[in-house]
């Protein structure tokens, strides 16, 4: 059973910075991307930032500058570091495994974590 775990969310003043984190576990074999998308109020959960394997990073632009994406393969571990926080920024943040390969065989599989909460205040 793969579960990914978050922590790190919380409340911040505008221009602020919080580091998100989350792990995978359980029996994996390797992780394709990684990455984090967030979810405001009345609004569709969208990309905020992704890393591939092999290190390629991919930002929405309202971010780019601001957020730097970090992996570590050994650990199944992503982290996102926000800095110059926003209350746009304000959303729930969910974290994202995609083409995950489990030792049972070559079908590969997406799994979300629960969200952590991200508050920023003007």
């Known amino acids: 059973q793969v579960q990914l775990v978050e922590s790190g969310g919380g409340l911040v003043q505008a221009g602020g910075s919080l580091r998100l984190s989350c792990a995978a576990s359980?029996?994996?074999?390797?992780?394709?991307?990684m990455g984090w998308y967030r979810q405001a109020p009345g609004k569709e959960r969208g990309l905020v930032a992704l890393?591939?394997?092999?290190?390629?990073?991919t930002y929405v632009d309202s971010v780019k500058g601001r957020f730097t994406i970090y992996r570590d393969n050994a650990k199944n571990k992503v982290d996102l570091q926000m800095n110059s926080l926003e209350p746009e920024d304000t959303a729930v943040y969910y974290c994202?495994?995609?083409?995950?390969?489990?030792?049972?065989?070559?079908?590969?599989?997406?799994?979300w974590g629960q969200g952590t909460q991200v508050t920023v205040s003007s």
């Open positions: 890393i591939k394997r092999g290190g390629i990073t």
């Open positions: 994202n495994a995609d083409g995950v390969r489990l030792p049972q065989g070559p079908q590969t599989y997406q799994y």
């Open positions: 359980g029996a994996i074999s390797s992780i394709n991307d």
